[in-house]
């Protein structure tokens, strides 16, 4: 017998005859003997819908008011999946997050877990139910629904898994597993079979959509059994591993896209020390997150220009977060871009393999493709280019990196 997690995304749950299938699939995981926790998303595009009907509602919402409608989609889900479970002689009951509860912080739509109370699951789980919880969300020590963020059913079913010592957690999705890329732009993209933590964790914070980066360090840091499967097709899909577990492995694993990307540049900003961290620490108040970061000084190093990445959908909070500042820092010019997307080349070969940066640039440069800023870490390698070029980019790396599979 094994307590197994099961999340079912927002594809997986998309109208009542797929739910009607993900209750089968619980249904074969209970006549196993297996316990099961089931955390479930809100049906696709419902939570889209609810966005739409507070923007609707006020320009500026109150956050903790936007969690509370976004938090609601989930709802449903759950409730329709205990449901079906009952239909088909299951013993199921629905769970919301202040229910279990899962606590978090007070940051409404990015809320960070600081823990999961286990107490009352565990009874219900000892009675042989299945426990269906709503992704995505949480509570706040003052008793406020609070929402996980974009892909937060990911991050509260690892948590959940991790919490209750779950002997696996297989995230279903819409694709059977993790690709060299995206194949609905290389058609030749291999599926992996094993990937590390490091990597899948690389891939994730670059752009690649299959899991959700939270729920992988999550995985990571407790050591959480993880899959990714299809919830519509019946394939081995791909386990997420220990690098001590995959040591042969010396070659890139993928090429990784993001398009929500904006490039700011501070032009002519007063050459002193702490100017960054003014400018950076703003940000972070209002968790923005920064990724590519260039400095680059004048001649006689009187001013210098400060260009960095973050996402685009926090652009407009950032500009007004620095203009606020234009009189501390001393900037001339605020200068945005948000036609870039930034390629990431993913691998533990990095590690061990020299030459690897070299035909990464020399492939942009063959296809005359710019680059516009340069980040790297212990086993990533990022370049920020016009977006017009990103297909091209990816399909030339792909193949540059040897990792197009035959096509039959």
């Known amino acids: 017998m094994e307590l197994v997690v099961l999340k079912f995304g927002g594809t997986s749950v998309a109208n009542i005859p797929q739910i009607k299938k993900i209750a089968l699939k619980v249904k074969k995981e209970v006549s196993l003997g297996n316990k099961v926790i089931a955390i479930v998303s809100a049906m696709s595009g419902v939570t889209n819908d609810l966005i739409e009907l507070v923007k609707n509602t006020s320009e500026i919402p109150s ?7 976004l938090s609601s989609g989930e709802q449903v889900t759950s409730a329709l999946l205990a449901v079906a479970l009952e239909d088909l002689g299951i013993k199921a009951r ?18 960070v877990i600081e823990e999961i109370k286990t107490e009352k699951i565990n009874k219900s789980l000892k009675k042989n139910d299945v426990a269906i919880v709503s992704g995505f969300q949480g509570v706040s020590k003052e008793n406020r629904i609070t929402t996980l963020g974009r892909g937060g059913s990911d991050t509260s079913a690892v948590a959940m898994a991790a919490s209750f010592s779950a002997d696996r957690c297989d995230i279903y999705t819409d694709v059977d597993g993790v690709y060299t890329t995206d194949p609905r732009i290389v058609k030749s993209a291999k599926k992996l079979d094993v990937i590390t933590y490091e990597e899948m964790l690389e891939l994730a914070s670059q752009g690649a959509k299959v899991l959700q980066t939270r729920s992988v360090a999550l995985a990571m840091k407790y050591g959480v059994n993880l899959r990714v499967l299809s919830s519509f097709e019946d394939t081995p899909g791909t386990c997420i591993i220990r690098e001590d577990q995959n040591m042969e492995k010396s070659e890139i694993s993928g090429i990784a896209h993001s398009l929500n990307e904006a490039k700011i540049t501070l032009s002519g900003v007063s050459d002193q020390p702490g100017q960054a961290a003014k400018i950076f620490g703003a940000l972070a108040k209002y968790s923005i ?29 950032a500009e007004k977060t620095i203009k606020q500042l234009k ?23 990095m590690k061990s393999q020299s030459g690897i940066a070299n035909t990464m640039f020399e492939t942009l440069a063959k296809n005359q493709i710019n680059i516009h800023v340069i980040s790297t870490s212990e086993i990533k390698i990022s370049v920020l280019i016009d977006s017009d070029y990103n297909e091209l980019a990816i399909r030339a790396l792909h193949s540059a990196f040897g990792l197009d599979a035959r096509l039959m």
């Open 289 to 317: 997150n920064v990724d590519m970061i260039v400095q680059s000084s004048s001649i006689n190093q009187e001013a210098t220009d400060i260009t960095f990445t973050i996402p685009e959908t926090d652009l407009a909070l």
């Open 63 to 69: 956050y903790s008011e936007y969690d509370v409608v």
């Open 94 to 111: 629905s769970w919301l997050g202040w229910q279990v509860p899962i606590i978090t912080d007070r940051t409404y739509g990015k809320a």
């Open 327 to 349: 009189k501390k820092i001393g900037f001339k010019k605020f200068l945005t871009n948000t036609n870039v997307v930034k390629i990431s080349v993913v691998g533990n070969a």
